[in-house]
T-cell receptor
Framework: EAQVTQNPRYLITVTGKKLTVTCSQNMNHEYMSWYRQDPGLGLRQIYYSMNVEVTDKGDVPEGYKVSRKEKRNFPLILESPSPNQTSLYFC???????????FGQGTRLTVV | AQSVTQLGSHVSVSEGALVLLRCNYSSSVPPYLFWYVQYPNQGLQLLLKYTTGATLVKGINGFEAEFKKSETSFHLTKPSAHMSDAAEYFCAVRPGRAGGGNKLTFGTGTQLKVEL
């Protein structure tokens, strides 16, 4: 089954404790991205990757890091989480061109 | 640069009534346009998309949308609402030309409520 898998689905952590949210896709998509969803703001892009070892900032990259060492994986790293990073996070992947983006189930992060 | 405006953060309709969710976009290149639906505690699911060709596109669950270039709009409609349509709906735009990038930009979403 074609899918984008995020882990964990729910995470509560404390300020400053480094964490990683994993994302994996099995569709051989070139393009992957991370979004955060906040009430009234829709989905905002954090980082994206056009292919292996090619990443770039989205609209709200501050406080986040990413890496793309393999085509299927695109982890999101919060080196020192803060409460304003409490949000619902989505990973998405797609081919280029006309293809739609496929989304993971989301990771609800709470930073206390 | 591209952006999406969804008019109405909350829309309420009666079961069996017409559903109309509005989306206007701006894009410096011809756009690809998408509507996604999000049910509670779930990810986003594609409803329909416009890339090229016919401007009236049909999607899943009886939804359809019409691309109107002159109005820069891509409104989502369904003739008869069902209780199961209650969800949040997002309109999104992406550059539709090679070299225009691959970024998907979302609107702020419209929460649809369906009442008996």
């Amino acid at each position: 089954e074609a899918q984008v898998t995020q882990n964990p689905r729910y995470l509560i952590t404390v300020t400053g404790k480094k964490l990683t949210v994993t994302c994996s896709q099995n569709m051989n998509h070139e393009y992957m991205s991370w979004y955060r969803q906040d009430p009234g703001l829709g989905l905002r892009q954090i980082y994206y990757s056009m292919n292996v070892e090619v990443t770039d900032k989205g609209d709200v990259p501050e406080g986040y890091k990413v890496s793309r060492k393999e085509k299927r994986n695109f982890p999101l790293i919060l080196e020192s989480p803060s409460p304003n990073q409490t949000s619902l996070y989505f990973c998405a992947s797609s081919f280029r061109g006309e293809s739609e983006a496929f989304f993971g189930q989301g990771t609800r992060l709470t930073v206390v | 640069a591209q952006s999406v405006t969804q008019l109405g953060s909350h829309v309420s309709v009666s079961e069996g009534a017409l559903v109309l969710l509005r989306c206007n976009y701006s894009s410096s290149v011809p756009p690809y346009l998408f509507w996604y639906v999000q049910y509670p505690n779930q990810g986003l699911q594609l409803l329909l998309k416009y890339t090229t060709g016919a401007t009236l596109v049909k999607g899943i669950n009886g939804f359809e949308a019409e691309f109107k270039k002159s109005e820069t709009s891509f409104h989502l409609t369904k003739p008869s609402a069902h209780m199961s349509d209650a969800a949040e709906y997002f309109c999104a735009v992406r550059p539709g030309r090679a070299g225009g990038g691959n970024k998907l930009t979302f609107g702020t979403g419209t929460q649809l409520k369906v009442e008996l």
